[in-house]
């Protein structure tokens, strides 16, 4: 109790925020769930679930399409989140917002429709030593098919990239960067402003890959000046099936269509078809409109927290985490950024990742074993794997109690 009125003057009140997720109210494996693996994927709220109930229930219609009353009321409410998805990220123009399946399709799309027309032989793209597959494989399919080259920003032994061997990388072949504003393994924050910086002082684009900045963080895409901003729905507390690309509508008007087929036509002969403007352009076929619907009440709902009080929250417990878990013996922390959000990668010398992963899930806990999508990290600091917790608002001092309670006990089993 002591610990929630503690909360209280971050600006949140936990034990009201726990209240909205249903799922967090029940017991694992005889204990009370403690829901650790955050940066894989988030809880949803009642308020999200609500709504997409209350849509299927009674206002579900084709969006776009139908001349009749519910079809324009589904369209009217589709359109309105991508006003709030432009809002939630201060985009210039919601004509800047594709949906698409998630970040991996949004990242996807660009490496399509940006990287097969703008890209080519003895071109370079710069990534960085610590991003998740989502933004290593495209490029380097890319690069392999075009006679393009990957060049990776390396990081030192906190996971921080080193950003004087960036400005090494940047030449005039180099055509665009790509990095993660949030490492999904380390929890570093990198310095996605100065690294847009350096780029733009050279005329390149740089795409952000925000599928961890964007649950923990307010992110204004215009003061970031970035081209592209990627992030998925299922990581905001809202469903699975939707995500984001931001892109600058300059990017958007130059770039060759990801999908082809309905809705994403001005006019179709057999000879000859004109497209339709961005962001119609790159949402072919029928969308995931319920999934959409759903993102706009998760967006609601992180807005009515503050994004700045969720950070400051999340913060506090990265701190205490982090505190309880270096008192652990034997457990060395893997991520030591100086910037970092609420992940808590770890590995322990003489027990596998899994092993930890299974006996905390035996006493109710969830957290992600394994190389977490990002295996070049892993080889970097020389691990197969690593134990994984990641915070979010609705987690409290006492699940990260828990925690250390459960590793104390991984070890005694060990021992
Ligand atoms: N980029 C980063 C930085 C991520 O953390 C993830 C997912 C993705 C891209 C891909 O997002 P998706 O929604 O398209 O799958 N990261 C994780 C993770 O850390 N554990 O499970 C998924």
């Known amino acids: 109790m002591v610990q929630l009125m503690e909360k209280c003057t971050i600006g949140l009140d ?10 967090l109210d029940q017991r694992i494996n005889g204990y009370p769930l403690v829901y650790l ?25 084709t969006v776009r399409r139908g001349v009749y009353s519910m079809s324009a009321r589904a369209t009217m409410a589709y359109d309105q989140v991508r006003e709030q998805v432009a809002g939630f990220i201060h985009a210039a123009s919601p004509h800047e917002i594709i949906f698409t399946k998630g970040t ?30 989502a933004n290593i494989v495209p490029w380097q399919q890319l690069c392999q098919e075009k006679g393009a080259v990957l060049k990776v920003i390396p990081a030192n032994e906190a996971g921080e990239l080193l950003i004087d061997e960036y400005a090494k ?24 402003k100065t690294i847009i910086d350096m780029a733009h002082e050279r005329g390149i684009p740089v795409l952000i890959d925000g599928a961890q900045s964007a649950p923990h963080m307010a992110v204004d895409v215009q003061a970031l000046d ?28 130059a770039m060759v269509p990801y999908q082809c087929g309905g809705d994403m036509i001005e006019s179709v002969t057999f000879e000859h078809t004109t497209f339709a403007k961005p962001p119609h352009k790159f949402e072919a076929g029928t969308p995931p409109i319920a999934e959409v619907i759903g993102l706009g009440a998760a967006i ?9 009080n969720i950070q400051a929250y999340e913060n506090d417990l990265l701190a205490y985490g982090t505190e ?14 100086k910037h970092k959000a609420s992940v ?44 994984r917790a990641s915070f979010s608002f609705y987690n409290t001092h006492d699940e990260i109690d828990r925690l250390v309670e459960g590793l104390r006990h991984v070890i005694a089993v060990f021992r």
């Open 14 to 23: 936990v034990a009201k925020i726990r209240a909205d997720f249903p799922v």
């Open 37 to 61: 693996d955050n940066a894989a994927t988030t809880q949803k709220p009642w308020p999200v679930i609500d709504r997409i109930r209350d849509f299927y229930a009674h206002e579900y219609a």
């Open 104 to 133: 991996t399709e949004a990242i996807n799309l660009v490496a399509y429709s940006y990287g097969r027309p703008f890209i080519g032989a003895g071109d370079e793209i710069i990534i960085s030593a610590i991003e998740h597959h």
């Open 169 to 192: 990388l940047l030449t005039d072949n180099t055509k665009l960067v790509a990095v993660n504003y949030v490492s999904n393994s380390l929890g570093t924050i990198n310095p996605v």
């Open 226 to 253: 970035c081209d592209f901003y990627a992030f998925s729905g299922h990581k905001i507390y809202g469903p699975t099936g939707i995500g984001v690309l931001y892109a600058k509508m300059k990017h958007l008007e």
């Open 300 to 308: 609601d709902y992180l807005e009515k927290l503050g994004l700045n």
């Open 324 to 337: 309880q878990l270096q008192q652990i013996e034997g457990l060395q922390i893997i991520g030591t950024a």
């Open 344 to 387: 808590i990668s770890f590995v322990f010398p003489d027990i596998h990742p899994h092993d930890v992963g299974t006996i905390l899930d035996q006493q109710g806990i969830a957290v992600r074993a394994g190389h977490h999508c990002t295996q070049p990290v892993m080889e970097r600091f020389h691990i197969p794997a690593t134990t």
